[in-house]
């Protein structure tokens, strides 16, 4: 790992003591003579796992999100005003916002599915 090229840029950790005393450990335990030596080492020798997210997938998701918290909020305030009696509300119309609610739960799970392992 050497190279003649200056190294000008730095990067601030923070650790906690016990993580850092780890760190120490292990870097005692290994042939490198500095601690940044040793950390450069373990950066660039492990593997890092990277992931891209889609910009456009990310908006449906959250305005499928919001629409199925309004429905719901809905759906909760026709069911109040049908055991008051104060509104006339048929049980189909019920029927087909729970199915539209349920619909867009199912979109939801589909699109998480995609992004979450």
């Known amino acids: 790992m050497k190279t003649k090229e200056l190294r000008n ?30 950390i450069r080492k373990r950066l660039y020798s492990k593997k890092i796992v990277t992931t891209v997210r889609n910009r456009s997938q990310d908006d449906i998701l959250e305005e499928l999100s919001r629409n199925r918290k309004c429905l719901v909020l809905i759906r909760g305030d026709l069911e109040h005003a049908l055991r008051d009696r104060s509104v006339t509300v048929t049980m189909e119309t019920l029927e087909q916002m729970t199915r539209i609610m349920e619909e867009q739960t199912s979109l939801i799970k589909k699109l998480l599915s995609l992004w979450l392992p």
């Open 9 to 38: 840029r730095s990067i601030t950790l923070n650790f906690t003591n016990k993580e850092f005393l780890d760190l120490q450990r292990q870097k005692e335990n290994s042939t490198c003579p500095n601690m940044a030596l040793y």
